[in-house]
């Protein structure tokens, strides 16, 4: 089983669409929680940490569920330049020093 | 302030050979992790590097070294390449004791014929 498990896409939605991804991961003493960005053929980019809390950023909304060890994330509204890979990031204590990521689900937002 | 910067951009390399990527660090920080990305998957931890030493290594085999200088740029060497080799490898650059914080390179992409 893999560590990071996402939602394998690709998901194709109209501009102005709301678009949930999730993710779940297997090593329950995961303490950190991220999503990250990746455009094609560029870096990935830290979009936003999850906490248990839950936060917001804008059009965003990230979701942690430490009994089910799921994440998720929430776009709102979207838009074009949405269009990406989004990456899920866990970072687990006895490897604290190396983020594990999962394999990517691509969004494209359509006009 | 001039972020994570790597060469070369691209590489073209023939099974059997020997290749060495290298990483600039964003300024004022000192640790470097390396990551392979093959087409279609997530980044996968190669190791990290911290005061000129290895401190951490994911799975990869031996053939896959690296070293940090004094001025916290690092180098990753890979032997004996082979076709599975053919990867974005990426570089992230962290403060101390700020590795969820990681700041990635735009990678450079390795093609192994």
């Known amino acids: 089983r893999k560590e990071v498990e996402q939602d394998p896409g690709p998901f194709n939605v109209p501009e102005g669409a709301t678009v949930a991804f999730n993710c779940t991961y297997s090593n329950s003493a995961s303490q950190s929680f991220f999503w990250y960005r990746q455009d094609c053929r560029k870096e990935p980019k830290l979009l936003m940490s999850?906490?248990?809390s839950g936060n917001e950023d804008g059009r965003f909304t990230a979701q942690l569920n430490r009994a089910s060890q799921y994440i998720s994330l929430l776009i709102r509204d979207s838009k074009l330049s949405d269009s990406a890979t989004y990456l899920c990031v866990v970072n687990t204590p006895s490897s604290a020093r190396q983020l594990t990521f999962g394999s990517g689900t691509q969004l494209t937002v359509l006009p | 302030d001039a972020g994570v910067t790597q060469s070369p951009t691209h590489l073209i390399k023939t099974r059997g050979q020997q290749v060495t990527l290298r990483c600039s660090p964003k300024?004022?920080?000192?640790?470097v992790s390396w990551y392979q990305q093959a087409l279609g998957q997530g980044p996968q931890f190669i190791f990290q590097y911290y005061e000129e030493e290895e401190r951490q290594r994911g799975n990869f085999p031996d053939r896959f070294s690296g070293h940090q200088f004094p001025n916290y740029s690092s180098e990753l060497n890979v032997n004996a390449l082979l076709l599975g080799d053919s990867a974005l490898y990426l570089c992230?650059?962290?403060?101390?004791?700020?590795?969820?914080?990681?700041?990635f390179g735009p990678g450079t992409r390795l093609t192994v014929l």
């Open positions: 999850v906490y248990s």
């Open positions: 992230a650059s962290s403060l101390p004791l700020r590795e969820n914080e990681q700041f």
């Open positions: 300024s004022g920080h000192d640790t």
